[in-house]
């Protein structure tokens, strides 16, 4: 019963310092949690947001997928790209900007493509 214990024990070291070091380089163990409006999936069209709406346009790059976006006037204060086991944090404090893109994929060498993004609009909310 002992070397059972102390087998459970070593797993569970072991799956936490695994988490540990997935966090560190950049690559989370779990999804972040979106404090604003989530878009999902990832897709060219036109969203609404507190401030108004957004028009995303995501395309395809020589690197991988990225994306533009505008709203109608309004400020967005920071996106999450979320793509892969990896996520983008861009404080953009504008309302538009070009060329954002998910993490890259070390495996292929290329961004990972979209899963979600999330705007944050002012005050943490979307």
């Known amino acids: 019963m002992k070397a059972r214990a102390a087998r459970l024990f070593v797993l ?8 540990a070091t997935a966090a560190s380089a950049g690559r989370p163990p779990f999804n972040p949690v979106c404090n604003g409006t989530k878009i999902e999936p990832v897709a060219t069209g036109t969203y609404a ?6 028009d995303i346009t995501v395309y395809d790059t020589p690197a991988g997928q990225a994306f533009d976006f505008s709203t109608d006037g309004g400020i967005v204060r920071s996106v999450v790209a979320k793509g892969g086991t990896a996520y983008a944090t861009y404080d953009v404090e ?18 990972y ?7 944050t609009t002012g005050g943490g909310e979307g």
């Open 12 to 19: 569970c070291c072991i799956t936490a310092l695994a988490a």
């Open 49 to 54: 947001l507190p401030i108004g709406s957004v």
């Open 94 to 111: 504008d309302s538009t900007a070009s060329g954002l893109h998910a993490p890259l994929n070390p495996h292929s060498g290329y961004w």
């Open 113 to 119: 493509d979209l899963s979600y993004l999330c705007f």
